[in-house]
């Protein structure tokens, strides 16, 4: 019996209370990875919920701590996902970010020292906002001679030394140079590829998270 009319009312009440700050506190805790990449992130020529960024989002969703912000887009240059990280870094407050940018600039023959600084000042941008930073190494085809091919390819471990970041060290390791898993241009993988791609990520991410 209760000890006075409307004590199950109260009592319900009091629970609901609890469980709405339990579900706020787990909202607090959860943590925003930003993904600044370019068309190989953005899902280029498949749909975009079969590309390795929502796979990634899909392992997180395991754990429940991470929600993942996808802000690639086709074509993007290291020179543009600087321009574009101050606001993104304002907008999502990200914990961690992952920088997949470069590889146009090699295909465009951009200034080896170009692409370095600004792989940089994005790392310095997401530490002034209190994220970490995964760089992403890409490699490109000898278009431009052996000499720029081979100083693009060491500009990301240069950086990630420099730095003391976690490098992928070939986005596309065991992908690039597979039978089926390329899309005809050539350059961006296909659906097949993408869980490839995340594999070759989650090694050095995982230990971040």
Same mark, same amino acid.
């Given at each position: 019996?209760?000890?006075?009319?409307?004590?199950?009312?109260?009592?319900?009440?009091?629970?609901?209370? +609890?469980? #709405?700050?339990?579900? !706020?506190?787990? =909202? *607090?805790? @959860?943590? /925003? $990875? &930003? %993904?600044?990449?370019?068309?190989?992130?953005?899902?280029?020529?498949?749909?975009?919920?079969?590309?390795?960024?929502?796979?990634?989002?899909?392992?997180?969703?395991?754990?429940?701590?991470?929600?993942?912000?996808?802000?690639?887009?086709?074509?993007?240059?290291?020179?543009?996902?600087?321009?574009?990280?101050?606001?993104?870094?304002?907008?999502?407050?990200?914990?961690?970010?992952?920088?997949?940018?470069?590889?146009?600039?090699?295909?465009?023959?951009?200034?080896?020292?170009?692409?370095?600084?600004? +792989?940089? #000042?994005?790392?310095? !941008?997401?530490? =002034? *906002?209190? @994220?970490? /930073? $995964? &760089? %992403?190494?890409?490699?490109?085809?000898?278009?431009?001679?052996?000499?720029?091919?081979?100083?693009?390819?060491?500009?990301?471990?240069?950086?990630?030394?420099?730095?003391?970041?976690?490098?992928?060290?070939?986005?596309?390791?065991?992908?690039?140079?597979?039978?089926?898993?390329?899309?005809?241009?050539?350059?961006?993988?296909?659906?097949?590829?993408?869980?490839?791609?995340?594999?070759?990520?989650?090694?050095?991410?995982?230990?971040?998270?």
């Amino acid at each position: 019996m209760s000890i006075f009319p409307g004590y199950h009312l109260i009592a319900a009440a009091r629970n609901l209370v +609890l469980l #709405a700050l339990l579900l !706020l506190s787990g =909202a *607090a805790q @959860a943590k /925003t $990875l &930003l %993904v600044l990449g370019d068309s190989l992130s953005a899902g280029y020529g498949i749909d975009i919920e079969q590309g390795w960024v929502q796979l990634l989002q899909d392992r997180l969703d395991q754990r429940g701590d991470f929600t993942v912000v996808n802000a690639s887009i086709g074509g993007e240059t290291t020179g543009g996902g600087l321009a574009r990280l101050p606001d993104l870094l304002k907008e999502f407050q990200p914990d961690l970010v992952i920088v997949e940018l470069g590889g146009n600039d090699g295909l465009r023959g951009h200034p080896i020292k170009l692409i370095r600084r600004n +792989l940089t #000042a994005m790392v310095e !941008l997401n530490r =002034a *906002a209190g @994220a970490a /930073t $995964l &760089l %992403v190494g890409i490699q490109i085809p000898p278009n431009y001679g052996a000499r720029y091919t081979r100083q693009f390819s060491a500009v990301f471990p240069q950086v990630a030394e420099e730095l003391s970041l976690p490098l992928v060290p070939f986005f596309l390791d065991k992908v690039a140079l597979r039978e089926g898993a390329m899309q005809s241009d050539g350059i961006h993988p296909n659906t097949s590829a993408q869980p490839q791609m995340l594999d070759n990520v989650w090694p050095y991410l995982e230990p971040m998270l």
